[in-house]
């Protein structure tokens, strides 16, 4: 007897690889079911890859304003061909999802169907004009933007991060709620691309919540120097209301206790965070109960086993790499249920990247912080190196930045963050050190000069020098 498995939301980065498990498990049917249109998955769609697109365009006049061995006028950045190459770019990056998905279906026994889906009972899913009773359900139904809670917020036009990526025309000015990973890599887009003087509302001392406080500090800095940028930190949105000229008052914290004060502006950006993409899909009509804790370290549904509940939708971490890789654990849990073997907990390292300072100066974590390291528990040492301390970035105009590197004192690499030119890229040597669980000792001091990973051997060498012998 075959069993039967539903994954709603077969299009996302989370649903595929779940499917892509699943297709070749004797004796398990598939119905894979989304009704995106024209489909693809929020990271090629409106995440990852959009974004980086229209940030490669302002980099490159960023670089150009930034470098005084350039001469002559500074190009605009077209924002109508930013956009149009964009869009080109997303359709065809998309249509080799859906043909990746749709060529599943060749195989037997494995349905797709492009129509909504919503359980009407538990495990019992209306799809299309169809009624299924699969044997396991896999809700893969990702995210959406999230717009706070503000008075008056119904009352004025809200530009969120989709409609910045479809964006041809800025106003003269904006103000900007949400300074998390969204709003890090946008706000310079609108600062260097669309030519707008920018005020950001932060509600903390600092951004970068994950990175240890001189990560944020530099950041910060840098953001108010290489951008012109205004950003009140330790401030609070109050409400909105619109002027009478077409634009946005917001008011935030006053500098006296209970008092307020007034930013006006063209437009009003929300790059508040993102919420589970469950709108309609049902839930109401079943035990799940999507508050705090719904969803298990195996990807299963606290409130029915046989649910499982992977990507963004699950609220847990919602970053594409882990999307992908609680697909796949859900597809080996289902197969494991099947079977009555024992399942396995979704564990993963920490491992982030934000494009800020658009790419210019990228933020990279892999494993612990110092906050987090201590936090643990570990014993353990820390060195940081700042960009600046090697020629190369000097040399390459981009001496902005710092690393630094996490180290058990057993010589362990437990974490590390990078925020300077081509961090990102180095993110995944740093990724290979920390899961191996590496000896900083053993690791080889051998960049090809002038290469920026200079910035690597010399924290393995503070570091080894600091354990000593």
């Known amino acids: 007897m075959s069993t039967h498995v539903a994954i709603v939301g077969a299009y996302g980065s989370a649903g595929v690889a779940a499917a892509q498990r699943l297709v070749d498990v004797d004796g398990v049917e598939l119905t894979l079911v989304d009704d995106g249109d024209p489909g693809g998955g929020l990271c090629i769609l409106r995440g990852c890859m959009p974004s980086k697109e229209v940030l490669s365009a302002a980099e490159h006049r960023f670089a150009a304003r930034h470098d005084p061995r350039l001469d002559g006028p500074l190009p605009d950045v077209d924002l109508g061909a930013v956009v149009e190459r964009k869009d080109e770019h997303t359709s065809d990056f998309a249509a080799h999802r859906r043909a990746a998905v749709e060529a599943l279906t060749e195989r037997e026994g494995i349905e797709f169907r492009h129509e909504p889906a919503a ?33 008056g917020i119904d009352d004025v036009p809200v530009r969120t991060s989709a409609d910045v990526l479809d964006a041809t025309a800025f106003g003269d000015s904006g103000v900007v709620m949400g300074f998390g990973y969204v709003g890090m890599e946008l706000v310079p887009y609108l600062a260097e691309a669309g030519g707008m003087d920018l005020t950001i509302v932060e509600h903390d001392a600092r951004p970068l919540d994950e990175a240890d406080p001189p990560f944020g500090d530099a950041l910060l800095e840098y953001y108010r120097e290489a951008f012109g940028l205004t950003v009140l930190t330790e401030t609070n949105e109050r409400r909105v209301e619109p002027t009478d000229d077409g634009g946005v008052r917001l008011f935030v914290d006053g500098d006296e206790e209970g008092s307020e004060r007034a930013i ?42 046989r649910v499982f509940v992977v990507g963004d939708v699950n609220g847990r971490e919602p970053i594409l790499h882990v999307a992908k890789e609680q697909g796949v654990t859900a597809a080996a849990n289902i197969r494991a249920h099947r079977d009555g073997d024992l399942l396995e907990p979704y564990e993963n390292v920490h491992h982030h990247v934000v494009f800020s300072g658009l790419g210019v100066l990228p933020f990279a974590r892999v494993g612990h912080s110092a906050t987090t390291a201590r936090e643990a528990g570990h014993d353990h040492v820390v060195v940081t190196r700042e960009a600046s301390s090697d020629g190369v970035f000097k040399t390459k105009n981009v001496a902005d930045g710092l690393g630094r590197l996490v180290v058990g004192t057993d010589g362990t690499v437990l974490g590390w963050q990078g925020l300077h030119y081509h961090a990102d890229a180095m993110a995944k040597t740093m990724q290979v050190a920390v899961e191996l669980g590496l000896d900083v000792r053993d690791l080889p001091d051998r960049a090809y000069h002038p290469t920026t990973p200079e910035i690597l051997d010399g924290l393995f060498r503070d570091a080894a020098a600091e354990l000593g012998d």
Request: overall charge negative; charged content about 35%; glycine content about 10%.
């Open 119 to 151: 359980f009407v009972d538990d495990r019992r899913l209306e799809v299309g004009d169809r009624t299924i009773e699969p044997d396991y359900v896999v809700v893969a139904t990702g995210s959406t933007v999230s717009l706070p809670d503000l008075p």
């Open 264 to 305: 006006e502006a063209d437009e009003l950006f929300a790059f508040t965070g993102r919420r589970p993409a469950l709108d309609g899909v049902g839930l109401e009509h079943t035990d799940l109960d999507p508050g705090p804790g719904w969803v298990e370290d195996t990807m299963q549904a606290r409130d029915d086993d």
